[in-house]
């Protein structure tokens, strides 16, 4: 079975850091994918991990430890338009004849940032 | 271009109503897939085309018919959905076997 977890909600302040954690059981683990999702918006890819460590970018940054089964997501420097909701996503090991593993998404963490 | 297009954006059908959703991308993806999502929740994984085939399919009612008529088009046939089906239905595709999936706006259904 598949299961990934996070935090339903957060808030933090305008110019602060946040870290959203992740942490999954799954059947196989083939990379783990954080998405951004603005309500009534389509999901947009913020990072991939596939090897144990951080990953960077600009204000984001993502880190995996496949050992632990946990990742987190840190957002620096947070702006209002960062508010949103951030979804952590696994590449996990199905049956399929095409070799084709799409994505397990977690619940969700919707974070408000404010003033 | 890196876009993937949904028609329509929003659509609302009664219970005897037979409508499509259509999805297109011209990335040159052989990966494409269907997800319904559901207010405040995660997006579900319905049905995963690769190299036009359908490859998955996660135990979906059959009242959802998915169809690929080519590489850059799919297609959601709706055909007697019940008021609980009303979601955003978000179609994505990717390279097979790379690690990044690019979303469409979706559409958002009403079944009445």
């Known amino acids: 079975g598949q299961n990934i977890d996070q935090p339903t909600e957060m808030t933090a302040t305008e110019g602060a850091i946040v870290q959203i954690n992740c942490t999954y059981q799954?059947?196989?683990?083939?990379?783990l994918f954080w998405y951004q999702q603005h309500a009534g918006e389509a999901p947009t890819f913020l990072s991939y991990n596939v090897l144990d460590g951080l990953e960077e970018k600009g204000r984001f940054s993502s880190f995996l430890s496949r050992s632990k089964g946990y990742s987190y997501l840190l957002l620096k420097e947070l702006q209002m338009k960062d508010s949103a909701s951030y979804l952590c996503a696994v590449r996990a090991y199905l049956t399929t004849y095409s070799g084709n593993t799409p994505l397990v998404f977690g619940k969700g963490t919707r974070l408000s940032v404010i003033a | 271009d890196t876009e993937v297009t949904q028609t329509p954006k929003h659509l609302v059908m009664g219970m005897t109503n037979k409508k499509s959703l259509k999805c297109e991308q011209h990335m040159g993806h052989r990966a494409m897939y269907w997800y319904k999502q559901k207010a405040k929740k995660p997006p579900e994984l319905m049905f995963v085309y690769s190299y036009e085939k359908l490859s998955i399919n996660e135990s979906v009612p059959s009242r959802f018919s998915p169809e690929c008529p080519n590489s850059s088009l799919l297609n959601l046939h709706l055909h007697a959905l019940q008021p609980e089906d009303s979601a955003l239905y978000l179609c994505a595709s990717s390279q097979v076997r790379e690690n990044e999936q690019y979303f469409g706006p979706g559409t958002r259904l009403t079944v009445t």
């Open positions: 799954t059947s196989g683990f083939n990379g």
